[in-house]
T-cell receptor, first 111, second 114 residues
Framework: GENVEQHPSTLSVQEGDSAVIKCTYS??????FPWYKQELGKRPQLIID?????GEKKDQRIAVTLNKTAKHFSLHITETQPEDSAVYFC??????????FGTGTSLTVIP | KAGVTQTPRYLIKTRGQQVTLSCSPI?????VSWYQQTPGQGLQFLFE???????NKGNFPGRFSGRQFSNSRSEMNVSTLELGDSALYLC?????????????FGPGTRLTVT
């Protein structure tokens, strides 16, 4: 089955700096890569996703890149703000199959 | 459109008992997946139901079971509870048609086994 690895497990950045979280996957059949943000005590929320036919996707301060050849994808957050502090999960999967999640990255934005 | 809902939100059970958790997906969504979330293990996939059939299954013992009804609502059952079953149980629903298979999570049920 699929194996998703996520790094780093914890990340601290100064407000205004950028944050990058990286994930690798093993199954070349995976074609959908979502990212979730989970604030303390809340549900995971889908913040951005990318499909295998796209190399990069951007939504305001958040961007995701995908390298299918190397089987890795990354989340980039620019101009970080304190409200970006949360745990971020990457996942890999495809329609009709289960999603495999990374182990999460705890991001702290220091004011 | 209402989001994914789960009941109950909190549950305290004793070891050896059984428990049933409920998940109502977003209207029109046909797929419901269940996950166990613990601090040390992250999000572990339990199973997924699609059109009342279990389509995918994770690596959990047979004590964990589920079902889905014709209105797409899903229930998860855990029998003979163990202390290690204490966790946040999340369900996620998906439309899963064509290119639309994003998963949206419910608020979760916090289960404590004493």
């Amino acid at each position: 089955g699929e194996n998703v690895e996520q790094h780093p497990s914890t990340l601290s950045v100064q407000e205004g700096d950028s944050a990058v979280i990286k994930c690798t996957y093993s199954d070349s059949a995976s074609n959908y890569f979502p990212w979730y943000k989970q604030e303390l005590g809340k549900r995971p929320q889908l913040i951005i996703d990318i499909r295998s036919n796209v190399g990069e996707k951007k939504d305001q301060r958040i961007a995701v890149t995908l390298n299918k050849t190397a089987k890795h994808f990354s989340l980039h957050i620019t101009e970080t703000q304190p409200e970006d502090s949360a745990v971020y999960f990457c996942a890999a999967g495809s329609s009709g199959n289960q999603f495999y999640f990374g182990t999460g990255t705890s991001l702290t934005v220091i004011p | 459109k209402a989001g994914v809902t789960q009941t109950p939100r909190y549950l305290i059970k004793t070891r050896g008992q059984q428990v049933t958790l409920s998940c109502s997906p977003i209207s029109g969504h046909r797929s419901v997946s269940w996950y166990q979330q613990t601090p040390g293990q992250g999000l572990q996939f339990l199973f997924e139901y699609f059109s009342e059939t279990q389509r995918n299954k994770g690596n959990f013992p047979g004590r964990f079971s589920g079902r889905q009804f014709s209105n797409s609502r899903s229930e998860m059952n855990v029998s003979t509870l163990e202390l290690g079953d204490s966790a946040l149980y999340l369900c996620a629903s998906s439309f899963d048609r064509g290119s639309s298979y994003e998963q949206y999570f419910g608020p979760g049920t916090r289960l404590t086994v004493t």
